[in-house]
C-alpha cells in the first residue's frame, strides 16, 4: 500500500521554527520527486520546495533562507526545517511523492501549520 504521511505540524510564534516530516511507503522513493506544498483557507496550493531525485532543491521565494528540506533515502523521509517563521506561513502543509516519467503522484492528508502569538 502506497502511503504519504506527514507529521510535525502545530502552532508556533512568529519567529520560531518547526520541522515537518514525511514519511513515504509502498513506493520506490529514491525514484520520486519529493515536494512540500500549502494551502491556506480561500488560497489555491501552492509549491513551497521541491528536491529532485538527484538532491537538487528548489524554494519558493517567499521561503528561500527560512527553510530547509533533506531527504533520507535510507529511511524512505524528507524533513522541512521551518525557521524564522512568519503568520503568513500559516497553511495546511502537504508532502508530495512525483515521478513525472510514469505519471504517479501521490499525496499525504496534510499537517496544519499555524504561526501566531
Known amino acids: 500500500q502506497k502511503q504519504i504521511v506527514e507529521s510535525g505540524g502545530g502552532l508556533v510564534q512568529p519567529g520560531g521554527s518547526l520541522r515537518l516530516s514525511c514519511q513515504a511507503s509502498?513506493?520506490?522513493?529514491?525514484?520520486?520527486?519529493m515536494g512540500w506544498y500549502r494551502q491556506a483557507p480561500g488560497k489555491q496550493r501552492d509549491l513551497v520546495v521541491i528536491i529532485t531525485r538527484s538532491g537538487t532543491t528548489t524554494y519558493a521565494d517567499s521561503v528561500k533562507g527560512r527553510f530547509v528540506l533533506s531527504r533520507d533515502n535510507a529511511k524512505n523521509m524528507v524533513h522541512l526545517q521551518m525557521n524564522s517563521l512568519k503568520p503568513e506561513d500559516t497553511a495546511v502543509y502537504y508532502c508530495n511523492a512525483n515521478r513525472d516519467w510514469t505519471g504517479n503522484t501521490y499525496w499525504g492528508q496534510g499537517t496544519q501549520v499555524t504561526v501566531s502569538s
Open positions: 509502498g513506493i520506490v522513493f529514491e525514484t520520486f520527486d
